[in-house]
Structures are given as C-alpha cells and as structure tokens.
C-alpha cells in the first residue's frame, strides 16, 4: 500500500522560506515521479512542481518558477519542495502526490495523494 506523508507547512511572513517533505512508501518513486500541487480556499487544485522519474526533469508552474525548487533523496524515499521568496497568495494546502502516467502537469497522471500540508502566507 503506498502512503504519502507530508510535513514542514506552517505559517510564515512574506518573503520568508519554507521546506515541505513528503515522505513516501509502498513505491519507489525514482519509478515513476512525485509531483507537489496545492489547493487555495474555494479553488481548483492546481500544479506546482513536479521530478521526473529517477529525477531527469524538473517542471514548475510559472507562477513558482525561480522561487520553489523541487528535489529528492532517494535514499529516503522522500521529496522536498523548497519554497522561497513566499507570497501570500501562495497560501493553500499543499499535496504531493506519486505520479502513474500522463502529463506530470496535469492531476489526473497522479495516483496516490498525501493528507496535505497547510501553508499559510501573511503579508
């Protein structure tokens, strides 16, 4: 059974820095890719980052490109998303999330969730 476990959100100033994990078992994800999104109060998950499988590639929405940089560590099954320069309208829930197949930008290639991770950003 594969189980996807977040931690690192909280609440931070403008411009401060977080670090998101997401611990992940029951696959390896050097197979098959992780990806983060993250969901706003009232709207539609949306993409944020996402490695390629044995880390190849990386991809970012524009909206966080340049400020969040996505990376893992093979040996603990685990990927990260470094967020800097934060902004408050990056306040949502973030999700990590395995990815099966199909667009890593898109949610429906990813099979398995996390419970998320609340980030909070006040200006």
């Known amino acids: 059974q594969v189980q996807l476990v977040e931690s690192g959100g909280g609440l931070v100033q403008a411009g401060g820095s977080l670090r998101l994990s997401c611990a992940a078992s029951g696959r390896t994800f050097s197979s098959y890719g992780m990806g983060w999104f993250r969901q706003a109060p009232g709207k539609e998950r949306e993409f944020v980052a996402a490695?390629?499988?044995?880390?190849?590639?990386?991809y970012y929405a524009d909206s966080v490109k340049g400020r969040f940089t996505i990376s893992t560590d093979s040996t603990k099954n685990t990927v990260y998303l470094q967020m800097d320069s934060l902004k408050p309208e990056d306040t949502a829930v973030y999700y990590c999330?395995?990815?099966?197949?199909?667009?890593?930008?898109?949610?429906?290639?990813?099979?398995?969730w996390g419970q998320g991770t609340q980030v909070t950003v006040s200006s």
């Open positions: 490695v390629s499988r044995v880390g190849r590639g990386t």
């Open positions: 999330a395995t990815r099966y197949s199909g667009s890593y930008f898109s949610a429906m290639a990813y099979d398995y």
